[in-house]
């Protein structure tokens, strides 16, 4: 889900992360459906905190809807809201927007989207990014479509206005036809809700049973927060409709070999989920372990970079046998409020958001361990926080490989010359952020801890790792077109 108005811009917000775009989730078959929905986006949050929506379907008020920008703590736990949203159906989205797009009249990027047709109404929820959207669109617009936002997931309901199938999950399977890239989407007509992946399988999307109704979501963490039931994933390239009679499962597309995001592993899912049947959590911990025989250094902490570090350096802590300390402590309450758009407030922003426990540090040599390196930029500040509270040594160890090509999958990444590892050598970088040592897991380290022995496939790898390998599974049609970038293999 991006807004086509500014493809690929950075946020100026940025906080040096690579940030999920969307969280999807969907519930039939309960009393105030949205109610639950609403737990579910709550828990779905860390996928996108800028805003967030609901779609329900009551058969008494027909289809009803409230968007708002910010947390969904502080939107639909009103009494206000929520009563607006009745019936026993509703589809929910949370949305990362990118620069530009939030403001008075961007609410109308706000998901789901909505859609009359001949049969009755439809709404979608989509997770993802369709890498040929500017193509559709200019397509569409030609033939008379008219677009209420700057998103790439509308093509999605005027694609299905275009088709000729005589009910709303046929022509959805002709609309997914046409998109390219990734997609998880979650849908609801009067009486259904369906749930989409795309081919490869590039973002999660689970099933779950809630009472005598089901849930779909992004994680299954999502589920546990409703007291639902893990049925199973949705398979790649699979459709689910749901009714009252259960669920039918479809294979609308050719069958391609799955290419999950190895990211979700590494960070954008939470550690309480199970993804592809292990826990996220114990994935990570075991990341830290192959970073351990990987990387090793002689030193007296190991600390990790909060939060999401912090299972990767439990697992460095094991393997090594180093101490593990909380030698950061993250503020909780920090939110987004301080972080204005000047480099001089954004490096403010790590020290409102992260703090050395100086304690521990003084007269130490720390290894610290993160998830990522993006920018650089937040990496090389805690460094300067931990030398300032007397540290004798800084060895930084990260939990996924050099990041140096940009996401066109549902994640929100800065353009590719932004990106450290796109200009820098390994050795470079440590040079660059100062510290003693630097050191990433291998592409085969990584794919060894999210359980594939025999690491990385090189002529058919088992996951998506564009932004490590810059072997894109989906040729990104539309930025090709615009001259943003250039392929490895069109080199
Ligand atoms: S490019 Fe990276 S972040 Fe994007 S889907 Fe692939 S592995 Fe995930």
Partial sequence: MRDQSEPFLSHPFDDDKLKEECGVFGVIGVADAANFVALGLHALQHRGQEAGGIVSHDPVQGFNSARRFGYVRDNFTSEDVMKTVPGPLAIGHVRYS???????????????????FAMGGAAIAHNGNIVNANELRRELIERGSIFQSSSDSECIIHLMARSYQKNIPERMKDALRRVEGAFSVVAMTRTKLIGVRDPLGVRPLVLGKVGDGWALSSETCALDIIGAEFVREIEPGEMVVITDEGVESFHPFEARKPRFCIFEHVYFSRPDSILGGRSVYETREAIG???????????????????????????????SGIPYAMGIIRNQYMGRTFIEPTEQIRNMGVRLKLNVNRALIEGKRVILVDDSVVRGTTSRKIKEMILDAGAREVHFRIASPPTAWPCFYGVDTP????????????????AHLQV???????????????????????????????????????RPTDVLKSGQLRLKEDA
């Fill in 436 to 474: 003693d040592s630097l050191r990433f897991i291998s592409l085969d380290g990584l794919y060894r801890a999210v359980g594939e022995a025999e690491g990385r496939k090189a002529d058919c790898p088992q996951y998506c790792d564009a932004c490590f390998s810059g072997e894109y599974p989906v």
């Fill in 98 to 116: 990118t620069a530009g797009s939030k403001g008075a009249t961007a609410i109308r990027d706000v998901q789901p989207f909505f859609g009359e």
């Fill in 289 to 319: 372990r192959e970073l351990a025989k990987e990387a090793p250094v002689d030193a007296d902490l190991v600390c990790p970079v909060p939060d999401s570090g912090t299972p990767a350096a439990i697992g460095y802590s094991l393997e």
């Fill in 415 to 430: 353009q590719r010359e932004k990106l450290l590892a796109a200009t820098m050598s390994e050795d470079e970088m440590r």
